[in-house]
């Protein structure tokens, strides 16, 4: 495929205005105007650290942190938030770059929230500002703070259907 066509198709994937999946005949239009993606559209994910969110590195009885990958993880969910419920159900979100900084340790039983907030969207590719912060009662830690890019992709249920 040409560098020409692969545009081609990338731009015919996704309107100027992002839509979430809307019900056009059933919404009035002020409904309708509030269902566009936005520059500033936040998407949350808090999570119970868990063991299978945790490392061992030290190998010290009841030193498990919660591991860079699932805060990546979990910055990733908080970023398919923050976009995804807003595109027409035959399209979704792939993750191309992420570009974070974990900053402090957190303990197994921890509470963490993520945050992700749209800062440009360029055709079908979006860039987010993504934090993670420990929650303790009302003291909030930031934990890791960074960028990630989705890439809007549009799919095909029957393909789907076949594979079954």
Same mark, same amino acid.
């Given at each position: 495929?040409?560098?020409?066509? +692969?545009?081609?198709?990338?731009?015919?994937? /996704?309107?100027?205005?992002?839509?979430?999946?809307?019900?056009?005949?059933?919404?009035?239009?002020?409904?309708?105007? +509030?269902?566009?993606?936005?520059?500033?559209?936040?998407?949350?994910?808090?999570?119970?650290?868990? +063991?299978?969110?945790?490392?061992?590195?030290?190998?010290?009885?009841?030193?498990?942190?919660?591991?860079?990958?699932?805060? /990546?993880?979990?910055?990733?969910?908080?970023?398919?938030?923050?976009?995804?419920?807003?595109?027409? $159900?035959?399209?979704?979100?792939?993750?191309?770059?992420?570009?974070?900084?974990?900053?402090?340790?957190?303990? $197994?039983?921890?509470?963490?929230?993520?945050?992700?907030?749209?800062?440009? /969207?360029?055709?079908?590719?979006?860039?987010?500002?993504?934090?993670?912060?420990?929650?303790?009662?009302?003291?909030?830690?930031?934990?890791?703070?960074?960028?990630?890019?989705?890439?809007? /992709?549009?799919?095909?249920?029957?393909?789907? $259907?076949? +594979?079954?």
């Amino acid at each position: 495929m040409s560098i020409q066509s +692969k545009k081609k198709l990338q731009n015919s994937l /996704i309107p100027k205005q992002i839509l979430f999946r809307t019900f056009a005949s059933k919404l009035k239009p002020s409904e309708e105007a +509030k269902r566009v993606l936005k520059i500033g559209g936040k998407g949350v994910k808090t999570t119970f650290v868990s +063991k299978d969110l945790t490392t061992n590195r030290t190998g010290k009885e009841n030193d498990d942190v919660l591991s860079t990958p699932s805060m /990546i993880l979990l910055m990733e969910l908080a970023s398919v938030e923050a976009i995804d419920p807003f595109l027409d $159900k035959s399209f979704a979100t792939v993750g191309f770059h992420v570009n974070v900084k974990h900053l402090a340790r957190t303990n $197994k039983g921890a509470t963490v929230t993520t945050e992700s907030i749209i800062e440009k /969207i360029d055709g079908s590719k979006i860039t987010l500002d993504v934090k993670a912060f420990e929650i303790d009662g009302n003291k909030k830690k930031l934990i890791g703070d960074g960028k990630h890019r989705r890439a809007v /992709i549009k799919f095909d249920d029957d393909n789907d $259907k076949k +594979k079954n």
